[in-house]
């Protein structure tokens, strides 16, 4: 039985076999220990968290570019399937949370401190053809037609995001002149990502419990 990566949020019809209960059942397990050991593996949550919040808004954004940035190369040079899935998994979890800190956080914080209007309408709306793309990408797998393709575009999306964002005269340069205080910023941000987290997993722990 092949698993895309959201399966884990789909529920498992009443006449599946044992078989295919089990599969979903170990995909679940170890998507939530994925979750829980992510990039840092072996850190303490605590360290983790606090160093998160020790960040400024830049320099927290600036991290996680670069943690997507490093999974997106992966996935060029990934052959086996279960690589690949495993890479996207964390890709469009990686995003999700990211533009949901982003949008609800960060872009009003700076639209309020700058009134630039054209920079963030821009990246409001190239949030929103990712956020189309994850979804297209999570209802499909590695064997189906335009996987890699969609992972590959993905990927290019986010580059030139991540460019316009940080470039000399871009979003992030134009909030250090605004004297925004991103210290205050990165502690907010820091926080709700946690919290998105939390849910995110409750919300797994749910799915396991329906699917036994």
Not at 134 to 162: C, W
Request: charged share 30%.
């Amino acid at each position: 039985m092949r698993l895309s990566v959201g399966t884990l949020r789909q529920p498992i019809p009443l006449h599946a076999d044992r078989t295919a209960i089990r599969s979903r059942l170990i995909y679940l397990a170890l998507t939530l220990l994925r979750s829980a050991c992510f990039s840092n593996s072996f850190m303490p949550t605590s360290s983790k968290s606090t160093r998160a919040r020790q960040r400024d808004a830049v320099s927290l954004l600036r991290a996680e570019h670069q943690e997507v940035r490093e999974w997106f190369e992966q996935f060029k040079n990934a052959t086996d399937e279960s690589r690949q899935s495993s890479l996207a998994h964390n890709i469009c979890d990686a995003l999700r949370l990211h533009t949901a800190i982003e949008e609800q956080i960060f872009y009003p914080a700076f639209f309020e401190a700058t009134e630039e209007k054209a920079i963030h309408q821009a990246v409001e709306v190239e949030h929103h053809a990712v956020k189309e793309l994850i979804a297209e990408i999570e209802q499909s797998t590695p064997s189906a037609d335009y996987f890699r393709a969609k992972v590959n575009v993905l990927g290019e999306m986010i580059k030139h995001h991540v460019k316009e964002e940080e470039k000399s005269g871009g979003m992030f340069a134009k909030a250090k002149k605004a004297k925004m205080d991103l210290v205050a910023l990165g502690r907010e941000l820091a926080e709700r990502k946690s919290e998105l987290e939390s849910k995110q997993k409750e919300s797994r722990l749910i799915a396991m419990r329906e699917a036994l």
